[in-house]
């Protein structure tokens, strides 16, 4: 099962800031928050990641709760490329050898940006 | 740069058939991941490979293997194919040690008749 809970699917207004929810409730202390998107017919695209601190980068930013429990995705003025389904994932940074964490994309938030 | 390539792009296979898919890193990558998407399960991981050592697997039955080589290029072999195994099949390369972000290549797009 995936580490993280997103809604299904969410509405933006084109212009507008779109605010992706995601809970990630039994984050452990070594794992970051990482989102990915993935536009149809083409492969996942990083967006950003973080571990305690907001991060901003020339796509969103990441607001990540004090306890690490939840985080937002903020794209800030979202254009009509920005429709894809969006993925929250928690992971380790440093993957070693036999070890039991699975790397879980879970189903995403599908994100339309309407005209 | 060049971005991950996988080759073949598209495949039809029959049940019982066995396949082999390739994905050619991003140059100075060392990791290779691959994931397998579906409708209904999302986006599944299927196993890391890191200097030609599996370094991390998923949930997926033994049919599902994989082998990376000295240049970082990678195969996954599916055998004894299954209507199920009908997938997308995704490849990510990132240069592995601190490096946080994952390149996805375009996909395979697998289907099992």
């Known amino acids: 099962d995936a580490k993280t809970t997103q809604p299904t699917s969410m509405d933006c207004a084109e212009g507008r800031a779109a605010n992706l929810p995601c809970n990630h409730s039994?984050?452990?202390?070594?794992?970051?928050v990482y989102w990915y998107r993935q536009i149809h017919s083409q492969g996942p695209q990083y967006i950003i990641h973080?571990?305690?601190n907001n991060e901003t980068n020339e796509m969103a930013s990441l607001i990540i709760t004090e306890d690490r429990k939840s985080s937002t995705l903020i794209l800030p003025h979202a254009t009509l490329r920005d429709t894809a389904v969006y993925y929250c994932?928690?992971?380790?940074?440093?993957?070693?050898?036999?070890?039991?964490?699975?790397?879980?994309f879970g189903k995403g938030t599908r994100l339309h940006i309407l005209p | 740069k060049a971005g991950v390539t996988q080759t073949p792009r598209y495949l039809i296979k029959t049940r019982g058939q066995q396949v082999t898919l390739s994905c050619s890193p991003i140059?100075?990558?060392?990791?290779v991941s691959w994931y397998q998407q579906t409708p209904g399960q999302g986006l599944q991981f299927l196993f890391e490979y890191f200097s030609e050592t599996q370094r991390n697997k998923g949930n997926f039955p033994g049919r599902f293997s994989g082998r990376q080589f000295s240049n970082s290029r990678s195969e996954m072999n599916v055998s004894t194919l299954e209507l199920g195994d009908s997938a997308l099949y995704l490849c990510?390369?990132?240069?592995?040690?601190?490096?946080?972000?994952?390149?996805f290549g375009p996909g395979t797009r697998l289907t099992v008749l």
């Open positions: 990510a390369s990132s240069l592995g040690g601190d490096s946080h972000e994952q390149f």
């Open positions: 973080g571990l305690k």
């Open positions: 994932i928690v992971s380790p940074l440093n993957i070693s050898l036999n070890r039991d964490d699975k790397i879980i």
């Open positions: 039994t984050i452990s202390g070594n794992e970051y």
């Open positions: 140059s100075g990558h060392r990791s």
